[in-house]
């Protein structure tokens, strides 16, 4: 059955910060072959790309001083890009039986980072400490692998309902996981915040979560730091989704009702809408498509791309 799929991205310092430690990507994951040489007809180190295996979305969110918390959260991203690129088997469908070896690689992609934040932080002192929340979708259509650590989110806005995928990793919700607190008294506890699980600091606070679920047309997933929900509840944020007509609208709305709360955190959003067939609104379209830089994606693909499912 054949959709389309808006995607986007965006970052925003907030309105207290002065520097801004989180990080995003929206990628697509492809074969290439670069042709050295040939009697055929193409120029030397021409680079051929396949169609799009995957989409990684992720975002990250670091802590620590010093502009350590900038660095944390760009080693992460770094991390997993270059463990997908060196040491992990992708290319695979969901039917394969090479699933739980998958499921597992996805989990040493994350003991990876943590080791390369870790080391990063041993060589400068100043650094020491930091870290960096990290949670990640791999769509391999219409499956949804996520993989977490931390307390940024992903969720599913499917049927006017918002559903929380993730698990946050503080004390204050392994306080109320152990029934010492109400579910309602964990936004407001001093802990919060502070994270029972993240890459860099001590490895044996690095415990991964990885999720599976089934997408399906017209859902749209949210990927987001804590500088979002610690502002918007989210029937707030349903509320943005339902009436925003794309993803880069969607997101701005957001990252704009967040900073209007009070914006007191960096704010970092990806939404990704996959829609039934029909394009995404036309003016959002081709809005994305003129702004540069740009996190948007709009090109066709065979098998899983930006905006075509199979």
């Not at 964990?186 to 001590?202: A, F, Q, R, Y």
């Not at 009070?262 to 498509?289: H, L, Q």
Request: aromatic share 6%; proline share 3%; charged share 20%.
């Amino acid at each position: 059955m054949a959709g389309r799929m808006d995607c986007y991205g965006r970052t925003h310092v907030g309105m207290v910060r002065e520097t801004n430690e989180d990080q995003f990507l929206i990628a697509d994951l492809k074969k290439s072959v670069v042709i050295h040489q040939t009697s055929l007809s193409y120029d030397e180190e021409t680079e051929l790309l396949g169609g799009s295996q995957a989409k990684l979305m992720l975002v990250a969110d670091g802590v620590g001083g010093n502009a350590a918390g900038e660095r944390a959260s760009s080693l992460a991203v770094e991390g997993v890009i270059q463990y997908l690129l060196n040491a992990m088997h992708w290319m695979f469908r969901p039917e394969d039986d090479r699933e739980e070896t998958f499921l597992q690689d996805l989990k040493s992609a994350l003991s990876f980072t943590q080791e390369r934040i870790q080391h990063a932080a041993e060589a400068v002192p100043e650094q020491a400490g930091m870290g960096s929340t990290l949670t990640a979708a791999y769509v391999v259509w219409p499956t949804l692998y996520l993989i977490h650590a931390g307390d940024s989110r992903a969720y599913l806005y499917r049927d006017g309902k918002l559903t929380l995928l993730t698990h946050d990793q503080t004390y204050a919700q392994a306080l109320a996981d152990a029934g010492v607190l109400k579910p309602e008294q964990v936004h407001t506890s001093p802990l919060n915040h502070v994270l029972s699980s993240l890459l860099g600091c001590d490895p044996s606070h690095l415990e991964p979560l990885v999720y599976k679920y089934k997408l399906a047309l017209n859902d749209s997933l949210v990927l987001c730091t804590d500088g979002l929900t610690r502002h918007l509840s989210d029937e707030r944020i349903a509320g943005i989704l339902s009436k925003s007509s794309c993803s880069k609208t969607a997101t701005s709305e957001l990252i704009q009702a967040a900073n209007d709360a009070g914006g007191r955190d960096n704010v970092t959003v990806i939404v990704a809408r996959f829609a039934d067939g029909k394009a995404v609104d036309p003016e959002c379209e081709s809005v994305c498509a003129a702004e540069e830089p740009s996190t948007d994606t709009a090109d066709n693909v065979p098998t899983f791309a930006s905006n075509s499912l199979v």
